[in-house]
């Protein structure tokens, strides 16, 4: 963050609003963190409360900074889905009951009596990197989020790209192979459906029903949809056939998705974050590298850089904080 000489000593809230727990924290305009808290989010008792909840957590943050929230200069919420970054209303949030159309920027605000600014959580985590992660130093960059699914975000000469409709940075929905497995958002061959946790796991639990020899012992014992990337970068590790053939079949796809990202927008860097980045690091980063040169039209003696995030669970709360400044900066002129 730039902390100007009138906003050096200013302290900003950011939240991370997600379907099992919200994360706050107090952060400086120097970027540190410096209280935060965690909540169970209780999804399932509705948006009236879970608002409720997201202003408790941030109460909490500031008891552990040692201030009071009204001692805060202005919050940011990072939340999942589609939404309107201008007006703070969430229009659907998946996993979330009753989130249709709700005002939470505008609800937060009334009840904290504080600036309150929401955007893309995926979209945070990406600026969250930019400016005080992997990405400093950066203007032009994309961030690509391997969990449960695939979210991203992009960043254009410093700045989010939220746009037309607000839906830009789906790089999870790009279709990379033609015809191929179905994806959660209903269409086939996006790169979500062969490249996700998810994906990786339902092409190994395959492999091992059609008896192909696996060394993912607690393939067996994990409820689907619970095979961890710790447990999947150990099977790599140990060198797991049949898991080394389904993940490198996930970095070919992520090799020409980050090819077709650098031939259209050029940016400098794309940053790879989520437990599966975390767990295996350059032995999943090097391969995308591979086949992502292979790919790209135009071969320069700078190529563009593949590096992993370095934030972990905090990039979207200090994205969240990064854009309450952000604002703050812009409406006090500062
Ligand atoms: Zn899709």
């Given at each position: 963050?730039t902390?100007?000489?009138?906003?050096?000593?200013?302290?900003f809230?950011?939240?991370?609003?997600g379907?099992?727990?919200?994360l706050?924290?107090?952060?400086g305009?120097?970027?540190?963190?410096?209280?935060?808290?965690?909540?169970?989010?209780?999804?399932?008792?509705?948006p009236?409360?879970?608002i409720?909840?997201i202003?408790?957590?941030?109460?909490?943050a500031?008891?552990?900074?040692?201030?009071?929230?009204?001692?805060?200069?202005?919050?940011?919420?990072g939340?999942p889905g589609?939404?309107?970054p201008?007006?703070g209303?969430?229009?659907?949030?998946?996993?979330?009951?009753?989130?249709?159309?709700?005002?939470?920027?505008?609800?937060?605000a009334d009840?904290?009596?504080?600036?309150?600014?929401?955007?893309?959580?995926?979209?945070?985590?990406?600026?969250g990197e930019?400016?005080?992660?992997?990405?400093?130093?950066?203007?032009?960059?994309v961030g690509?989020?391997?969990?449960?699914?695939?979210?991203g975000?992009i960043?254009?000469?410093?700045?989010?790209?939220?746009?037309?409709?607000?839906?830009?940075?789906?790089v999870?929905?790009?279709?990379?192979a033609?015809?191929?497995?179905?994806?959660?958002?209903?269409?086939?061959?996006?790169?979500?459906a062969?490249?996700?946790?998810?994906?990786?796991?339902?092409d190994?639990?395959?492999?091992?029903a059609?008896?192909?020899?696996?060394?993912?012992?607690?393939?067996?014992?994990?409820?689907?949809?619970?095979l961890t990337?710790?447990?999947l970068a150990?099977?790599?590790?140990?060198?797991?056939?049949?898991?080394?053939?389904?993940i490198?079949r996930?970095?070919?796809?992520?090799?020409?998705?980050?090819?077709?990202?650098?031939?259209?927008?050029?940016p400098?860097m794309?940053?790879y974050?989520?437990g599966?980045?975390?767990?295996?690091?350059?032995?999943l980063?090097?391969?995308?590298?591979?086949?992502a040169?292979?790919?790209?039209?135009h071969?320069?003696?700078?190529p563009?850089?593949i590096?992993?995030?370095?934030?972990?669970?905090?990039?979207v709360?200090l994205?969240?904080?990064?854009?309450?400044?952000?604002?703050?900066?812009?409406a006090?002129?500062?």
């Open positions: 963050m902390g100007t000489r009138s906003g050096a000593k200013r302290r809230i950011g939240v991370d609003m379907g099992t727990k919200i706050a924290a107090v952060v305009a120097d970027g540190k963190i410096l209280g935060s808290a965690k909540k169970r989010t209780k999804a399932e008792s509705g009236a409360n879970v409720a909840r202003g408790q957590a941030i109460h909490q500031a008891r552990d900074a040692g201030i009071s929230v009204s001692e805060v200069t202005a919050v940011g919420v939340a589609p939404l309107n201008h007006t209303v969430v229009f659907h949030a998946p996993n979330l009951p009753g989130w249709e159309n709700v005002p939470l920027g505008q609800r937060l009840e904290l009596d504080l600036p309150v600014f929401v955007e893309n959580d995926v979209n945070l985590g990406t600026l930019l400016v005080l992660g992997a990405g400093r130093g950066t203007q032009d960059m690509i989020f391997i969990g449960t699914g695939i979210g975000g960043i254009i000469d410093g700045k989010l790209r939220s746009g037309t409709r607000h839906s830009a940075g789906e999870g929905h790009m279709v990379v033609a015809g191929g497995p179905y994806c959660g958002c209903g269409r086939q061959g996006c790169l979500e062969v490249a996700s946790r998810r994906a990786i796991e339902r190994l639990r395959a492999g091992v059609s008896g192909r020899e696996n060394l993912v012992n607690d393939l067996d014992r994990v409820d689907p949809g619970q990337s710790k447990v150990r099977a790599c590790r140990v060198g797991c056939p049949l898991t080394r053939q389904v490198g996930a970095q070919w796809y992520l090799g020409l998705h980050a090819a077709s990202i650098v031939n259209l927008l050029d400098q794309l940053v974050g989520g599966l980045v975390e767990a295996m690091g350059e032995a980063l090097t391969p995308i590298r591979t086949v040169q292979q790919h790209l039209i071969q320069t003696s700078t563009v850089q590096v992993a995030a370095s934030l972990g669970d905090s990039s709360v994205g969240a904080a990064v854009i309450a400044q952000r604002h703050w900066a812009t006090s002129g500062s």
